[in-house]
Structures are given as structure tokens and as C-alpha cells.
């Protein structure tokens, strides 16, 4: 039996900080949070926060690669060398996310994150909660840094065909596709969050889709459509996009790159008062520039995957436009709470307890609470990470 106690810090709960916490983890799950230290079993191993910050490991539902590796490359070694980058910046539960690339391409990771999800060991780093089937079902002049020569409409005898491992748990299609209508109900019926991304829709294609089970939209302001761009699309009168029906929506969610380069402090802030932390999500859209030096890097497949450049910030497109972060979980937090002035724990909200919601998993992860899996992340008073716990078990002291 393991049997762990952390004292001497300030929990972050989804509603407020409580300091002088008392946090329990027997055999890898939450028995005890709150402050009273008669909870300490006798036999527990203690260890001290020292005034640290404890936090339930962060979610993420939108993340490409890092340390080199993109989920497309394919193997499960590429997939463990993300997880185990994006455990030390505290991310527990990844959900790998695809990008464009062959339907080949699209089974070969599928079947290397099943082999990593069904043989995860502490040593493997944050655990697969599922697949992010993102690309290939992308409006092309709305593919940003994906490679466009493999952006292509949804058909049911191609995308019913990477949902029967069971492992896709967020879904995405552009709702003005033909087919859309199709895959949502589709994705939906197998219990997916579905998502409209990288998409020049209108109001009345997206109410169509929300009709047909979307609910949510992908990083908030990049590669989706505005009234202007509704508008060179469809013409006169000038119409509502993805923009206003998001907003206007009070069920649908979205996410923020909250990296300090995609999004200005004003614009994290006004994603925030609009939506709420429970309904506003951080992900990182990391590529495999995490942890790397500057230079140039494959988004997507290392085989033909799009060039970008990171300059160690953010990454850049040959045409200069962004090409997704370079930046984990932990800076998103930290510069949601710092940049953008947004209370600590709601900046671990929508990085924690949010997308567990989202996708029906908050039974189970994404807070401090009695029996959820004991997750935990430990920041210093900085912000940086200082330990993770995975299940109760250390993965790594990191800085």
C-alpha cells in the first residue's frame, strides 16, 4: 500500500486557495483534503510543500508533440517522448492531437497511441485519456500551419474507421464541409466532445452543427472565421461567424493559447469574462519545438509535415503567420494568472477541472477531491514546476 501525505502549502481548489492544506493519497487515489491534521495517517509518508502551491494535474486537449517529437511521426516512442515532455510542465491526462496527413498516417498513430494508453508505466510520463482526431477535416483556406495538400472532407467509410479502436475522445470537422452534418452526429453518438476548427463557417452552418452535437470550438481567434471573412466567403448581407455564435451560445466552450504570443492580456481576459473558467479551456496546441532550441522543425509527420520555425516563444510559419506554441501547460497557467491578472485558481480551472468536464472525466480527474486519481502537480511560488505525481507515483522533480 502507498500512502502519501502533503502538508505545509496552499491547495488550489476549483473555487478558491486553501492554505495550510492537508492532501492524502492512498494507493494512488485521493482519501483526505482540507486542513485538519488529525487526517494524517500515522504511517504516511510526508512531504512538505514548503509553502508550495498544489495543484491537480493538468489536461490537455490540444497538444501536437514536443521534445522533438510530433504524435504524427507514429511509433509509440514518439508518443512517449511527448508524454513524458509535457509531464515535466505538469500535464497528467494528453489527449495526442492529429493533424493533417494521410489516412495511413492516421491509423499508424492511432495504433501507437492504443500501444502507449494500454502499457503506461510512471516512467512513460502523462497518461493518454484519448485521442484528439483534429486533422485531416479542415477548410483549406483555413488550414494555418497544416499541410494542406492532405486537408479533406469527412466520409463515413474513412472516419468510422479511426473511431473503432475506441480511443478518440474529441472530434473535429469544419461545419461547412459536406459531410459535416454526418461526422458530428457520428462523433457524437460515440460519446465524443466535437469540435468545429479550423473553419470559415457562418452563424447559421454553425447552428447547424451545434444542432447536429458540436460544442465546442478550437484556440479561440486563430484559424476560424469572423464576420469579414464570413463575408468574402458568402457575400452580402454580412453575417455572424464562429466568433459571435460561440459568445452568443452559453453551452459552447472553447480554448485559449494563453502562451503570451497568440493572444494579448486584453483578449485572454475578455475569452475569460465571456465564457467563464467553466467554459474556457487553456491548451497549449504545442508542437515538437517543446523543450528544443530555436530553429526549424516539422509540424505534423516528419515525412512531409509543414516547415516552421521556432524562435524559442512560439512557432512561425514560411508566411509568418503563427505556427502553434512551443510552450507547456505551465506556462499557460502561469501567464493566464500573471499576464492576463486571472485568479490562480482560475487559471487551473480551465486547465484542470474544465476539460475533464468537457469530456465527461471530472468523476475521475481534475481536482483535489476524495477519490479522483491522485494527480498532482506542485508549483512554486514562481510558478515553475517543482515536483508531478502521477497516480500517487513521482514522475520527475523538474527544476
Known amino acids: 500500500m502507498s500512502l502519501l501525505c502533503f502538508v505545509g502549502g496552499t491547495a488550489v481548489l476549483p473555487e478558491r486557495l486553501m492554505d495550510h492544506a492537508v492532501v492524502v493519497c492512498r494507493d494512488g487515489v485521493f482519501s483526505y483534503v482540507g486542513i485538519d491534521r488529525k487526517e494524517i495517517p500515522p504511517n504516511a509518508k510526508i512531504v512538505d510543500l514548503k509553502g508550495e502551491f498544489l495543484c491537480p494535474g493538468f489536461v490537455d486537449i490540444h497538444v501536437h508533440g514536443g521534445g522533438g517529437a510530433d504524435v504524427m511521426d507514429g511509433t509509440a516512442d514518439d508518443i512517449r517522448t511527448v508524454c513524458r515532455s509535457h509531464a515535466k510542465h505538469g500535464t497528467t491526462t494528453i489527449f495526442p492531437t492529429t493533424s493533417t496527413g494521410s489516412d495511413t498516417q492516421l491509423h499508424t498513430m492511432l495504433d501507437a497511441c492504443v500501444d502507449v494508453r494500454d502499457s503506461w508505466e510512471i516512467g512513460a510520463g502523462a497518461r493518454i485519456g484519448g485521442v484528439h482526431l483534429y486533422g485531416p477535416y479542415f477548410a483549406k ?26 480511443i478518440i475522445k474529441v472530434a473535429t470537422c469544419a461545419a461547412e464541409l459536406p459531410g459535416a452534418a454526418a461526422f458530428y452526429r457520428y462523433a457524437s453518438r460515440q460519446g465524443c466532445l466535437v469540435t468545429c476548427g479550423h473553419s470559415n463557417a457562418s452563424w447559421s452552418e454553425m447552428e447547424a452543427a451545434f444542432k447536429n452535437g458540436m460544442r465546442h470550438v478550437d484556440h479561440f481567434w486563430c484559424a476560424m472565421s ?20 460561440v459568445l452568443a451560445n452559453p453551452e459552447m466552450s472553447t480554448e485559449v493559447i494563453a502562451d503570451g504570443m497568440h493572444l ?10 465571456m465564457k467563464t473558467s467553466k467554459r474556457l479551456c487553456l491548451v497549449t496546441d504545442c508542437n515538437r519545438a517543446l523543450d528544443m532550441p530555436p530553429g526549424g522543425y516539422r509540424f505534423g509527420p516528419e515525412s512531409d509535415g509543414a516547415w516552421f520555425s521556432s524562435d524559442g516563444k512560439v512557432g512561425w510559419a514560411s508566411d509568418e503567420s503563427l505556427a502553434s506554441s512551443v510552450m507547456g501547460m505551465d506556462h499557460m497557467v502561469k501567464t493566464m494568472h500573471q499576464f492576463a491578472k486571472i485568479p490562480l485558481q482560475e487559471a487551473v480551472r480551465m486547465a484542470t477541472l474544465t476539460p475533464a468536464e468537457r469530456l465527461g472525466l471530472d468523476d475521475q480527474i481534475g481536482s483535489l477531491a476524495k477519490g479522483k486519481r491522485a494527480d498532482l502537480v506542485l508549483l512554486k511560488r514562481s510558478l515553475a514546476v517543482s515536483q508531478v505525481f502521477i497516480g500517487g507515483a513521482r514522475f520527475a522533480t523538474v527544476r
Open 264 to 273: 494579448s492580456a486584453e483578449l485572454l481576459q475578455f475569452a475569460f469574462r
Open 141 to 166: 483556406d483555413k488550414a494555418g500551419c497544416h499541410n494542406e495538400a492532405h486537408c479533406r472532407v469527412p466520409l463515413s467509410n474513412e472516419f468510422k474507421t479511426y473511431f473503432r479502436r475506441g
Open 226 to 245: 469572423n464576420v469579414s471573412s464570413v463575408r468574402s466567403r458568402l457575400g452580402v448581407p454580412m453575417q455572424g461567424s464562429m466568433l459571435e455564435y
